[in-house]
């Protein structure tokens, strides 16, 4: 066996003295043991509680041998996709197969099936009848109850149903996979195991349930997509462990689907013991031939300090997984972690990044949240930030100077997000300061994902004012610095509310910064989000009003190209845009336009509009002079 790693194979097990394993994890993703894996954590959590613990990673769905390798487990499979839902992993929102993966050795493509927890359980299910088989991980998470699936355009039944799993652990498992390990091992049948926080199971029988929320049965809401947009509204106002209940969805054949409420966020020491266990930072050495795993090169010099988020992104799914409220490391555990990466071989002194899903979070939003658990009926930050917002940096400052300030470091970066609307109402700009002088490369990226307002409410975003003080200061305080270091916008087109008077709009504000953004996202309609129950249902869930849903791939592809309006490859969809908007003072030769008519053309004006601008005299004119070709790129001007 590998020095350190987990069982592979059974010859593993021979030199590990193990002659039955208790549980066996199937993942969708390569064997990585380094704690920005699930597969990672949830065995080697379950190893250090005394259980053994092996891995069978990527097997071949098409052979039932793949699954046997390790024999039957005495308690139990564990089954996830990986890190990523697994039709994320395989498709574009065009929904075009990506060229590779990568969570697989060589960064190979295809090397797990579409929808792979459902299938891994069924290739379990045809050799283990009877074996329990736990899911959990991101794809079981947001697929724990029913939900749309964009990949096939359908209305699909809770995965535990579709899987034959036994229990979802949904969220972060570390709790509920041990509390389900212990039912297991002292005798109790796995159809007994109903009263695990954090999990989710199937029942014939919900009579002894207190007060759970009956929520609508599939039936009807695949009849009535109206009552989904309800359901899910209420599964939204149920992520938080202080106030969530349990909630009931029923099935044909008196079939239930109970989600129990959620485990508590781990305090700092149990967040500080699970990165503390002895994982071997890399991928399994038997996948050296084929040049490693390529998605260790993000994330092995980099830190992970903190978990959930507050934000309330409407087209993320971060909350209905990880939960609002904020769980941290200490500064002790992340710089203990910090030197085990400078004596890295290749370690060449910078520190990637220092954060999380948002890096600046390193604390609850407010006192009133870890006694009474988050706000049902608001969000911290939007559509203003709340009056009980504790903002404050310098917890995150102290942690960011203690680890650049190591022996061997040379730079420490923070690439995960900040949340600029968070950062902008620090009335203390030290953080700020600090931030820009040592913990930006060149760029800050940032996410304000458009500048409409009507389009900002529906994704959960603060108004474009916000982004605004924040770009200024931005701008001011590299100057003050005597830096020259640029801004770039995270921008998403075709999100629900974004019509093509708000794509052009967006094209506009771009225009006049003098920016044109090398790639650009269309909304990707992922399991259990807000964002993607607009697009399904036509009706915001949180507040059940309708909205414009752009899901036309024609019009889809006319907001994409305006946001890149300058590459001459986008001219015609960018002209086909202006013309549906009404927008044709934006053809023509003024500096206020988009685009220039058609050569020999002549001036394109739209009679009444202003700023169509006149041609130049003689520029219009058609010549057989070969075009200077132009380089298409980020572009940027100092305003």
């Known amino acids: 066996m590998a020095q350190g ?75 996830s996709s990986g890190n990523m839902d697994s039709m994320v992993n395989h498709y574009y929102v065009s929904k075009k197969h990506r060229e590779s993966d990568a969570y697989t050795p060589g960064g190979e493509a295809y090397k797990r099936p579409d929808h792979a927890t459902v299938v891994y359980c069924n290739l379990i299910r045809r050799t283990y009848k009877k074996t329990p088989i736990i899911i959990g991980g991101i794809e079981a998470s947001l697929r724990r109850l029913a939900h749309y699936d964009y990949w096939s355009n359908s ?8 899987s034959g799993a036994d229990i979802i652990s949904y969220g972060m498992g570390e709790r509920s996979i041990v509390e389900i390990a212990d039912a297991l091992n002292s005798g109790l049948n796995v159809s ?52 969530a209940e349990t909630l009931v969805e029923s099935y044909p054949n008196s079939v239930y689907v109970v989600q129990n409420p959620p485990q508590p966020p781990l305090s700092t020491e149990e967040m500080d013991a699970v990165y503390a266990l002895p994982y071997m930072r890399t991928y399994h050495p038997s996948y050296e ?28 799914a971060l909350t209905f997984h990880q939960g609002r409220t904020i769980q941290v490391r200490s500064h002790e555990s992340i710089i203990d972690e910090a030197e085990k990466i400078i004596k890295e071989p290749d ?72 949340r600029f609307d968070y950062l902008i109402e620090d009335k203390d700009d030290t953080f700020f300061r600090e931030l820009i002088e040592h913990h930006v ?106 909205v414009y849903v752009c899901k036309n791939p024609h019009e889809k592809a006319m907001q994409r190209a305006l946001i890149q309006y300058r590459n001459p490859a986008n001219r015609e969809l960018v002209l086909e845009a202006l013309q549906k908007a009404g927008r044709m003072d934006l053809v023509g030769y003024d500096k206020k336009c988009l685009i220039r008519p058609d050569r020999g053309q002549g001036n394109n004006r739209n009679p009444g509009k202003p700023n169509a601008g006149k041609p130049v005299s003689g520029k219009n004119k058609t010549d057989d002079r070969p075009k200077k070709k132009r380089t298409i790129r980020n572009v940027h001007k100092k305003k």
């Open 441 to 546: 490369s060149g760029q800050l990226k940032v996410a304000p994902e458009h500048i409409c307002d009507a389009v900002l409410t529906q994704m959960g975003k603060p108004d474009n004012s916000v982004y605004e003080r924040f770009r200024k200061k931005y701008a001011k305080l590299n100057e003050q610095a005597g830096l020259k270091q640029f801004l770039v916008p995270y921008l998403m087109s075709s999100h629900p509310g974004s019509t093509l008077k708000e794509a052009v709009a967006l094209a506009e504000y771009l225009r006049d910064l003098g920016y044109m953004p090398q790639q650009v996202q269309d909304f990707y309609p992922t399991p259990s989000t807000v964002s993607t129950v607009m697009y399904y249902t036509g009706l915001n869930p949180v507040t059940m009003k309708p």
């Open 289 to 316: 031939e084929k040049g490693g795993v390529p998605a260790i090169n993000e994330i092995k010099f980099s830190l992970i300090s903190n978990r959930g988020c507050f934000g309330g992104c409407n087209f993320c």
């Open 5 to 79: 790693f987990l069982p592979i194979s059974k010859q593993d097990m021979i030199d590990s003295g193990i002659e039955q394993l208790d549980f066996v994890y199937v993942s969708g993703d390569a064997y990585v043991d380094h704690p920005s894996f699930g597969h990672a954590i949830i065995s080697r959590v379950l190893v250090s509680h005394g259980y053994t613990v092996g891995i069978i990673a990527q097997p071949d769905w098409k052979d039932d041998a793949s699954i046997s390798i390790l024999g039957e487990p005495r308690l139990g499979f564990l089954v």
């Open 347 to 418: 370690f060449k002194g910078y520190i990637h990044d220092v954060g999380g899903p948002t890096a600046n979070f390193r604390h609850p939003s407010c006192k009133e949240q870890l006694e009474r658990g988050v706000c049902t009926g608001r969000q911290c930050l939007v559509p203003s930030p709340c009056k009980n917002l504790y903002v404050d940096h310098k917890d995150y400052l102290n942690l960011l100077r203690k680890l650049r300030n190591l022996p061997g470091v040379k730079k420490v970066f923070v690439r995960s997000g900040i």
């Open 192 to 243: 007994d195991i109903t009263f695990i926080r954090g999990t989710v199971y199937k029942t014939k029988d919900i009579d002894s349930l207190y007060e759970p929320v009956i929520l609508p049965d599939y039936d009807s809401m695949k009849e009535d997509s109206s009552l989904y947009a309800k359901s899910f509204g209420i599964q939204h106002r149920n992520t938080d462990a202080i106030k």
């Open 155 to 162: 209305f699909k039944r809770s995965i535990l149903l579709d």
